[in-house]
Structure formats: structure tokens, C-alpha cells
């Protein structure tokens, strides 16, 4: 019997004796007070004549439940077991049987964005987050900065005596400010997290991750070889959290935001997971559709009469394809479904962890995905992600060589859009656009004593905005009016606690816009206008994602291109009535003007490579030159020195002891993309890994002598970047000690846009190696004092040193 259950005993068997230890536990109790009133003690000349009183800690309500946000990453409405998908999630299943499965709730459609949303209790726009942090701009809907007087859940219930927690993704920080140089105060710790370790960006390797401890970068505990993956580094760590407060504080609640990096790219799992659904998936998207679908029907997830939405345009019917493509297709599916069997897995482990404790029941639990199902991995998919992000597909005939390296430390992949398409069953289209696949998502509630109700489902209308409400309402708690002296704005959201008993009780959550990248869409009391941009596809309106709206544009689409749908009657946006109700369409149009104009949303901006690419104040003024030092943090790509599409200069000042050395002097990127100088073989070199596709190599013709030199790479563009084709600038690439040229090369083409993940690290490669000629971490063993990278396009000219390089070359 434990503690608490005696106690319980006590109080029920012999409430004498209950109020006698009271009584007691009262008088040997320090007196205490709440700050701010009048000191309750008394204050005399000497200590002996005085008495003295506490400022009161802060006390959660005596049984105050725990919180507990289980955030999925691009899990779409029809990818669990329990939404009808044939992928085995039974610790979510479970909860879901032990809880409530909501079949209406709605994100943002993309990252950033919802989780702004899940943590504020306010809209994305109203957060400055209209689209993901690597995407910001210039206006107040845009610009990133989540304000202050929009206070987090997290800050509220430290209010409340709980204890909070961020484990795994944030991505609620512009990505210029991830560096060490802060400012801090919209990390997480600066949100009201009282820990946090995860990563800042919107996607990490599963293997190699970019983490975060509380306000430092660190290593992983591990590497793949010896086990390591993200997800059970996250739940291990959620573990040590709770368990390290509860032995002193056994009663205190926490508020756990755990944010998986799954299953968002990269779709990284070990060989076996995905092995488990071998041949699974040989039918392809048509037959996954049909499957689900039926399911959901079957389960009441979706009403008996609704209608299956087209088959997409952007999608080649399954046997359309060459046998090859389907192969490839199939295991990529493989790889996602073990990815996400894996992740409900760990999931188990922490919901096992709460029952060993007994915090299980008195956990309020809720689980949501941040968008639908995500399409980054175009038509074919792709074993690298940064192909996409540098609009540089590869050909099928190189995915198919990497076939059994899907899902392990040398990819970056994801699945076609075939399987972004089933995903979101019974829906259309996907994430980053505003029909139901792309904010139309899985949501569990789950609190034993909390809920009477078992297994049942909810049709209540509900969007991200409406999470801390509800919190708010379960446990009691009224918003606050200041955060840290702020004064707070309202909340957008509204709490639907009520339908937790009550799978009858009205919907309170009538009118939501939805915007995201120039693609709109606005709910009101059962109807849905969509006005998509680019189009309802990419084949129908013959542009492709990102392109910029003009205001021409924006008159055209809202003159003749918004669409209508009866939700009440039409639940998967089947059947477009816009010219059967023309004054229904003008009143959905004309409101989501209003809500725009209440939001910040306007400017509509659906530019995507220029929002990518745009210059952003920077915390301190441009730089041309930039000093880094071995032993210190990595550069984020966004602060990190921008070397691509520019002539630029990296000079190590370095000392090489008797033997020789080896190492990295400087790198950015991973194994799928980046760019490495480093000495092998006692020989100076440079490699750039182009999105996993290609090395392209220089390196010197001597070997580095010892003693201290100065070690340099130049490099000179030799044309124009073709980015529409994926292709950065070509250039010269040379090799200098101590300004005598002793290597160059021809570099054909270079990475167009970004590295990612693109930290720049001084002195060793952390995480996977860029060049595929040494092993990770590949620290210098010489002596290097620093290495700096010149932007300013000054290179060293030295025509007798080129010329016997040249003459020694023919």
C-alpha cells in the first residue's frame, strides 16, 4: 500500500484522528503569508521577542490534475490505427479507448503556426506566426515574434504551482535568434519552461539530432551504432524530468509539452520497425484510401454517408507506375508506417511510466498532430528532403541505389505524395493548404478522473485555438490578466470541456479563417469556403507551390475561385455548390475579411523561396567577416556566415605539430548536404556535398608542413546559380598555405539555397559526417586558434603560384 493510499485510509476510517494529526500538522507549521499583504509576524528589537512568517510558495490545488500535450509532427487525419489507418498505433489506440477520439478539430496547416496556436490559446496571424519560423517577414502577422501579452500555457500554469516542461520540437523562435548569442526570452525557458531539451528548428535527424539542454547546445548521449534515435532519447528525458521533481514534490502537477519529431521528415527508424511492414503497401495509395475509408465508416469516425474524396491530380494512379517506382514507393511507405509504429511505442513507454507512478489517471492527455500529411517529398518521394528545399529532385535511378538505406543515418527521406495523399483520408490535398487534409487532424482526449466517458466519439467543432481554454476550464483556472506584469490579450479560443460527458452538447467554437502560404479557407456553423492558390492542384493551375500572389491575383481569385462546401451535409469538401449559392459564398467571403482584418492577416503572402531567401535584421550589423573558434556552439544557418551563391574566403589559423594532423578546420551540413574544409592525409581539403547527389572535391598537391600557417579556402563564382533547376553557382575552387596556391578544382554546381539542418561548426564535425572520407566527429589534433570566413569578395591573386599548379597539372 503506498503513502498516499494510506493516507486516503486515515482520513476515511478515522476522521478523528484526521483532524487531531491536522491540528498538529497546523501548529508545528511555519506561519506563512502571500506576498504582497501585510507581514502577519511580529518584529521586535531582538529575535527572541519577535515571531516570524513565510512569503507563502506557490501550491498547486490540492489534486490539480497533470497536463500532458502529446504533439505528432505531420500525422495526418487518416495515418493512426485509430482513425481506420492499417498502421499499428495501439498505445494511442488505447487512449483513445480509454478516452475521447474528436473527428472535427482543426490546425493551421503547417508547423509553426498550429503550435502557436496549441500554446497560446490565440491565432496564428494574432502570433506573429503566419507561416513557419524559417519564413518570416516584415508586418505584425508575420514577423515571428510570438508577442508577450499572448502569455503560454506554460506561463499560466506556473501561475498555479505547476511544473512545466518542453520536451522534443519548438520551432516558436525566428530561426535568427537559435543562435548562442540569443536573445533567449522566446526559447522555451523564456516561455515559462522551467526545462527543455529538444531542438529549435523545424526538423532535425532522427539519428544525428541538433539538441538542446535548457539554454545549451549538447551531443547526443549516443550514437546510431551504439542504439541511439531521437524519439527514446525524448521520452527518456521527459522521464528524468518528472521522476527528479516527484521525489521531492510527490503532489506537485507538471504540464508536459512533449513534441515528437516524428513523423515529420527525415522518416528515420530502425531497419526492423520498418521490416515489420514489409510488403504491406504493394496495392499502393488507391487500395490504403479504400481500406481506411471503410474503417472510418465502420468506426462512425466519419458519417455512413459521406463521400471519398477525388483522386488527386498531382498523383499518378498507383499502376500508372513502373514497377521500380512502385518498389521504391512501397518501402518508403514502409519506413513512414515502422516511423510512427515506433514513435506510438516510445509514447507507451512514457504513458507506462505516469501508471508506474500513479499520476496515469489524474493526467489530463491530449494528442494532436500540427498539420495533415506532408508532401515534401514530391511526386517520386525523395531519399533527401533537402532536394525539395533546393527544388533539386532526384532522379528515380539514384533512389533506387539508396533503397536499403531508407530510414537509416544516411537519408533524409520521405514519401511521395502519393502517401501524403492517403494519409489524410477521407480528405483532399494536404498540409501547407486549407482544404480538411491540410488542417483536418487526429485529436485524443484522455483523463480517467477526469471523464466518465470510454471509447467514445466527439463531433464537436474544435480548433488549436480551443486547447489551453479547455485546460484552463478543467482545472479551474481563470486566464490570467498579467504575465510577468504584461497585461494579456483575450483568448481566441473556446473551451469545449463540456463535450467531454456529453457527446450531445453544442459546439461553441462557429466561425475559424484559415490562411496559409496565399491558400484560404473560412468555417462558419457547418459551411467552408476555400479559395486555394495555387489551385486545387498544381496540374489544374499549372503553377507550383510558392508562387507569389499578386494583387491582380487576389481580384481574380476572389471574383471567381473561391469554392463552397456544406460540411454538415459533405463531410470530406466532395462537392463544390459555390454557383448553386452565390449569396452563401459573398457572406463566407466577405467574413473571412473580417476575421483577416481582426487576426493581422493581411498581407497575403504566398511567396515560398524569396520568403526563404529574404534578408531579416540581424542582433548586431551586417557582417562581411566572421571569426569562429573551436570548442564553441554551432552557427544556425540563419546566423551562420552565408556562403552560398557568393564568392567567399575560409582561413584557419592552425598549427601542425611534428606527425602531421588531421581533422576538420571548418564545416556546415550533414551527410545529405553541406561543405567541409578539412586536412586528410596530412593533405588540405574542401568537399561540397551537394544534396547527397554529388562530392565535389579540391585539395592540395603537398602535405601541410608543420609549424603555425595559415590555411585557406577561396572560392569564385564562375556563373549565374540556376535555382528554378536546383543548380547554385558554379565556381573555382582553391587551396592556399600560407597564400601560395597548392590545390584547385572546378566546382560544376552548389547548393542553391539551404543546408538543412546547416549548423557551422569550428574544429570537428558533430553529428554525421558532411565528407564521406572521414568518421565523424573528426576533430582537429593539431592546434587551431581560429578560422575566419570573409564574405567581402577580396581573394588572394597569386599568378606564380597559379601558374605551377597548373604547369604541375598538364
Avoid at 489507418?85 to 496547416?109: C, K, R
Avoid at 457547418?526 to 481580384?555: K, Q
Avoid at 572535391?697 to 600557417?709: I, L, N
Amino acid at each position: 500500500m503506498t503513502a498516499g493510499n494510506i493516507g486516503k485510509n486515515l482520513r476515511a476510517d478515522r476522521p478523528d484522528v484526521c483532524r487531531s494529526a491536522g491540528r498538529r500538522i497546523e501548529e508545528m507549521s511555519p506561519k506563512e503569508y502571500r506576498p504582497g499583504t501585510a507581514f502577519p509576524g511580529v518584529i521586535g528589537r531582538t529575535a527572541d521577542v519577535s515571531s516570524p512568517a513565510w512569503p507563502q510558495p506557490m501550491r498547486a490545488a490540492l489534486g490539480a490534475p497533470n497536463v500532458l500535450f502529446i504533439v505528432l509532427d505531420d500525422t495526418g487525419f487518416g495515418q493512426l490505427g485509430c482513425y481506420g489507418s492499417p498502421i499499428a498505433t495501439p498505445q494511442l489506440d488505447a487512449l483513445a479507448e480509454g478516452g475521447l477520439l474528436y473527428n472535427n478539430m482543426h490546425t493551421t496547416a503547417l508547423c509553426s503556426p498550429s503550435r502557436s496556436c496549441i500554446i497560446t490559446g490565440r491565432n496564428h496571424h494574432a502570433n506573429a506566426m503566419a507561416g513557419i519560423a524559417e519564413l518570416t517577414t516584415g508586418y505584425p502577422g508575420y514577423n515571428g515574434n510570438i508577442p508577450f501579452e499572448n502569455g503560454f500555457l506554460s506561463e499560466m500554469l506556473l501561475q498555479h504551482g505547476y511544473n512545466t516542461y518542453q520536451v522534443g520540437k519548438w520551432h516558436l523562435v525566428p530561426s535568427d535568434q537559435e543562435s548562442a548569442a540569443g536573445p533567449y526570452e522566446r526559447w522555451p525557458l523564456g516561455r515559462g519552461f522551467e526545462r527543455f531539451y529538444g531542438f529549435l528548428g523545424g526538423d532535425t535527424s532522427q539519428w544525428y539530432p541538433d539538441l538542446i539542454h535548457d539554454n545549451h547546445q549538447v551531443e547526443p548521449p549516443a550514437t546510431p551504432e551504439e542504439g541511439y534515435h531521437l524519439t527514446a532519447d525524448l521520452v527518456d528525458r521527459a522521464i528524468s524530468f518528472i521522476s527528479s521533481a516527484k521525489q521531492v514534490a510527490p503532489d506537485k502537477p507538471f504540464f508536459l509539452n512533449f513534441c515528437t519529431g516524428a513523423t515529420h521528415a527525415p522518416h528515420h527508424v530502425p531497419k526492423e520497425w520498418a521490416d515489420r511492414y514489409r510488403g504491406r503497401f504493394d496495392d499502393g495509395w488507391e487500395a490504403y484510401r479504400e481500406f481506411t475509408f471503410d474503417r472510418q465508416k465502420q468506426r462512425g469516425i466519419v458519417p455512413s454517408d459521406a463521400r471519398l474524396s477525388r483522386h488527386d491530380p498531382d498523383v499518378p494512379e498507383w499502376n500508372s507506375l513502373q514497377p521500380d517506382a512502385r518498389r521504391l514507393a512501397a518501402r518508403m511507405m514502409e519506413v513512414f508506417a515502422g516511423f510512427l509504429s515506433h514513435t506510438d511505442h516510445h509514447i507507451g513507454r512514457l504513458l507506462d511510466f505516469l501508471k508506474e507512478i500513479g499520476e496515469f489517471d489524474n493526467t489530463l492527455i491530449m494528442v494532436i498532430s500540427d498539420n495533415g500529411a506532408s508532401a515534401e517529398g514530391g511526386v517520386t518521394g525523395t531519399t533527401n528532403e533537402l532536394q525539395f528545399f533546393n527544388n533539386a529532385p532526384e532522379p528515380i535511378e539514384d533512389s533506387l541505389r539508396a533503397i536499403d538505406e531508407l530510414g537509416g543515418p544516411t537519408t533524409f527521406n520521405h514519401y511521395p505524395w502519393g502517401w501524403t495523399w492517403a494519409g489524410d483520408t477521407p480528405f483532399r490535398r494536404w498540409k501547407r493548404e486549407t482544404y480538411r487534409g491540410g488542417v483536418s487532424d487526429p485529436f485524443l482526449v484522455h483523463w480517467p478522473r477526469g471523464i466518465k466517458a470510454r471509447g467514445e466519439l466527439r463531433k464537436q467543432y474544435a480548433h488549436l485555438v480551443d486547447m489551453v481554454p479547455t485546460v484552463l476550464d478543467a482545472l479551474g483556472i481563470q486566464p490570467p490578466a498579467t504575465i510577468k506584469g504584461v497585461p494579456q490579450s483575450p483568448l481566441h479560443g473556446v473551451s469545449f470541456a463540456h463535450t467531454f460527458d456529453d457527446p450531445d452538447a453544442p459546439t461553441r467554437h462557429h466561425t475559424q479563417y484559415f490562411e496559409m502560404m496565399g491558400h484560404r479557407a473560412i468555417d462558419h456553423c457547418g459551411w467552408r469556403a476555400v479559395c486555394p492558390w495555387p489551385g486545387p492542384s498544381f496540374t489544374e493551375s499549372g503553377r507550383l507551390f510558392g508562387t507569389p500572389i499578386t494583387a491582380e491575383d487576389l481580384g481574380e481569385l476572389d471574383a471567381h475561385h473561391w469554392e463552397l462546401y456544406h460540411i454538415d451535409e459533405d463531410f470530406a469538401e466532395t462537392r463544390d455548390i459555390a454557383a448553386e449559392q452565390p449569396d452563401k459564398l459573398i457572406e463566407m467571403i466577405s467574413l473571412w475579411y473580417v476575421e483577416a482584418g481582426r487576426y493581422q492577416v493581411l498581407p497575403i503572402d504566398s511567396s515560398g523561396l524569396q520568403r526563404l531567401t529574404v534578408e531579416r535584421p540581424q542582433i548586431t550589423p551586417a557582417q562581411l567577416s566572421y571569426t569562429l573558434r573551436p570548442g564553441t556552439e554551432a552557427l544556425p544557418a540563419a546566423v551562420a556566415p552565408r556562403v552560398i551563391n557568393r564568392p567567399h574566403s575560409i582561413t584557419a589559423d592552425a598549427e601542425i605539430p611534428p606527425g602531421g594532423a588531421e581533422g576538420v578546420l571548418l564545416c556546415q551540413g550533414t551527410n545529405v548536404g553541406g561543405w567541409s574544409f578539412y586536412l586528410k592525409d596530412g593533405r588540405l581539403h574542401y568537399a561540397h556535398n551537394y544534396v547527397r547527389r554529388a562530392i565535389y572535391r579540391v585539395y592540395s598537391m603537398e602535405v601541410v608542413p608543420e609549424g603555425r600557417h595559415e590555411l585557406r579556402f577561396e572560392f569564385e563564382p564562375t556563373g549565374e546559380p540556376d535555382l528554378a533547376h536546383g543548380k547554385g553557382t558554379p565556381g573555382h575552387g582553391q587551396l592556399y598555405i600560407d597564400h601560395r596556391l597548392v590545390g584547385e578544382a572546378d566546382i560544376p554546381v552548389t547548393t542553391p539555397v539551404a543546408f538543412n539542418p546547416g549548423g557551422m561548426t569550428c574544429g570537428a564535425n558533430s553529428g554525421s559526417a558532411v565528407a564521406p572520407d572521414y568518421e565523424p566527429p573528426s576533430r582537429f589534433t593539431g592546434t587551431l586558434y581560429s578560422v575566419t570566413v570573409d564574405l567581402s569578395g577580396e581573394l588572394i591573386t597569386d599568378i606564380q603560384s597559379e601558374m605551377r599548379m597548373h604547369m604541375a597539372r598538364q
